[in-house]
């Protein structure tokens, strides 16, 4: 069988659900006949752990969208070692691959879409989206409707969900007290976030709940888990809502499981979400969900029967929800274990063999292909 090479943009310097999925996808497609190659920036947290997992690295600078020295470099990579598709999975590294793949007939482009904002102008509709780009990847239904209600051909977009990765979450990885560490009575009840402070997030909304949850129930503990632009923001948000004592910012967490084994519930309150990995994490854990209905997420999580939904923006709500199961601990449990089938449904292997299909349509026969 014919070797296919695919080489995976990714400039982000940072190491979230996305860059999670880049990772576990190359290592599963590792021995499906493949070589996978992973452009990214040479000091990014991805690329240093695809290095340690022995998968090869090629650096660039990925300056910005218009990087021309990258794309110059990418497209004099993709012709010498002959590589048969460029696998975009930001959205910079999007425009800068439309650039470098100009002309090249020989390479196919793919590009996963992992939010549910609107293409908003001309340039993304009709040329960013447009028929340079070969299939479009989307993590979720709810991502691929709205491509298409932008104007994206729905035969150039297929869904492929976010598989959970369980491997990060191993015994190995060890165990952080952080009730201890950040002094959190045993016997309280703790709600948890795990999400990039970035505005879509809309952390606020959860403050603005939890400041609710508190008049009713002062010894609940909310721990924040993430880095992001957002952080003065929301550091003053606690300040005037007067939830320093009950809201745990923990910034950057390299054990995340610490996070998740220490709750008692899983909160994400985004306006805008195309699945968010972080949900299934949760749910490994056997968290119940309180979510908004943002994206993709109600494809995850079931109002009533693994957690709830909740309007976008509605922070009572919000509150309402997080006190039924802050007061009833059984209801907790029941919603918690009620998660495994998503899992099911959501595992990395089949995110791996829907993603190589899709490989192969648009190859199609790859025996024909010129450079073979």
Same mark, same amino acid.
């Given at each position: 069988m014919t070797e296919l090479r695919i080489a995976h943009v990714n400039d982000s310097l940072s190491w979230r659900g996305g860059e999670r999925q880049v990772l576990e996808l190359m290592k599963g497609l590792a021995g499906e006949h493949t070589r996978n190659v992973l452009v990214s920036?040479?000091?990014?947290?991805?690329?240093?752990?695809?290095?340690?997992?022995?998968?090869?690295?090629?650096?660039?600078? +990925? %300056?910005?969208?218009?990087?021309?020295?990258?794309? *110059?470099?990418?497209?004099?990579? /993709?012709?010498?070692?002959?590589? =048969?598709?460029?696998?975009?999975?930001?959205?910079?590294?999007?425009?800068?691959?439309?650039?470098?793949?100009l002309g090249l007939r020989d390479c196919?482009?793919?590009?996963?879409?992992?939010?549910?904002?609107?293409?908003?102008s001309l340039f993304s509709r009709y040329v960013k989206y447009g028929k340079s780009v070969n299939r479009i990847i989307a993590v979720s239904e709810a991502v691929r409707k709205v491509l298409i209600e932008d104007g994206v051909e729905p035969d150039r977009i297929t869904t492929v969900r976010d598989g959970f990765v369980a491997d990060e979450f191993s015994m190995a990885a060890g165990?952080?007290?952080?009730?201890?560490?950040?002094?959190?009575?045993?016997?309280?009840?703790?709600?948890?976030?795990?999400?990039? +402070? %970035?505005?879509?997030?809309?952390?606020?909304?959860? *403050?603005?709940?939890?400041?609710? /949850?508190?008049?009713?129930?002062? =010894?609940?503990?909310?721990?924040?888990?993430?880095?992001?632009?957002?952080?003065?923001?929301?550091e003053?948000?606690?300040?005037?809502?007067?939830?320093?004592?009950?809201?745990?910012?923990?910034?950057?967490?390299?054990?995340?499981?610490?996070?998740?084994?220490?709750?008692?519930?899983?909160?994400?309150?985004?306006?805008?979400?195309?699945?968010?990995?972080?949900?299934?994490d949760a749910m490994y854990f056997n968290l119940p969900i309180v979510a908004t209905n943002?994206?993709?997420?109600?494809?995850?999580?079931?109002?009533?029967?693994n957690g709830f939904i909740v309007p976008v923006s509605d922070h009572l709500s919000f509150a309402e929800r997080l006190n039924v199961l802050i007061e009833h601990e059984e209801l907790r449990k029941r919603m918690g274990v009620r998660s495994t089938s998503v899992l099911e449904r959501n595992s990395m292997t089949f995110t791996i063999s829907k993603t190589l299909e899709v490989y192969r349509e648009i190859l199609g026969n790859t025996k024909n292909r010129s450079h073979e």
């Amino acid at each position: 069988m014919t070797e296919l090479r695919i080489a995976h943009v990714n400039d982000s310097l940072s190491w979230r659900g996305g860059e999670r999925q880049v990772l576990e996808l190359m290592k599963g497609l590792a021995g499906e006949h493949t070589r996978n190659v992973l452009v990214s920036k040479p000091q990014s947290e991805l690329a240093r752990r695809a290095r340690e997992r022995g998968i090869e690295v090629y650096p660039l600078p +990925l %300056a910005g969208e218009w990087d021309i020295v990258s794309a *110059l470099r990418l497209r004099s990579y /993709v012709r010498r070692e002959r590589i =048969h598709i460029v696998h975009t999975h930001t959205s910079h590294a999007h425009s800068m691959a439309l650039f470098a793949l100009l002309g090249l007939r020989d390479c196919r482009l793919v590009v996963s879409r992992r939010v549910d904002f609107h293409l908003h102008s001309l340039f993304s509709r009709y040329v960013k989206y447009g028929k340079s780009v070969n299939r479009i990847i989307a993590v979720s239904e709810a991502v691929r409707k709205v491509l298409i209600e932008d104007g994206v051909e729905p035969d150039r977009i297929t869904t492929v969900r976010d598989g959970f990765v369980a491997d990060e979450f191993s015994m190995a990885a060890g165990f952080h007290n952080l009730r201890k560490e950040t002094g959190i009575p045993d016997e309280a009840v703790v709600v948890a976030t795990v999400a990039a +402070l %970035a505005p879509h997030k809309a952390h606020s909304v959860l *403050l603005k709940a939890a400041h609710c /949850v508190m008049k009713k129930h002062p =010894h609940v503990r909310f721990l924040l888990a993430g880095e992001g632009e957002m952080r003065p923001e929301i550091e003053r948000d606690i300040r005037n809502l007067g939830l320093e004592n009950s809201v745990v910012l923990l910034g950057f967490v390299k054990d995340i499981g610490s996070v998740y084994r220490t709750a008692d519930i899983f909160a994400i309150s985004s306006r805008e979400e195309g699945l968010c990995s972080s949900i299934l994490d949760a749910m490994y854990f056997n968290l119940p969900i309180v979510a908004t209905n943002a994206g993709g997420i109600p494809e995850l999580v079931q109002d009533g029967v693994n957690g709830f939904i909740v309007p976008v923006s509605d922070h009572l709500s919000f509150a309402e929800r997080l006190n039924v199961l802050i007061e009833h601990e059984e209801l907790r449990k029941r919603m918690g274990v009620r998660s495994t089938s998503v899992l099911e449904r959501n595992s990395m292997t089949f995110t791996i063999s829907k993603t190589l299909e899709v490989y192969r349509e648009i190859l199609g026969n790859t025996k024909n292909r010129s450079h073979e």
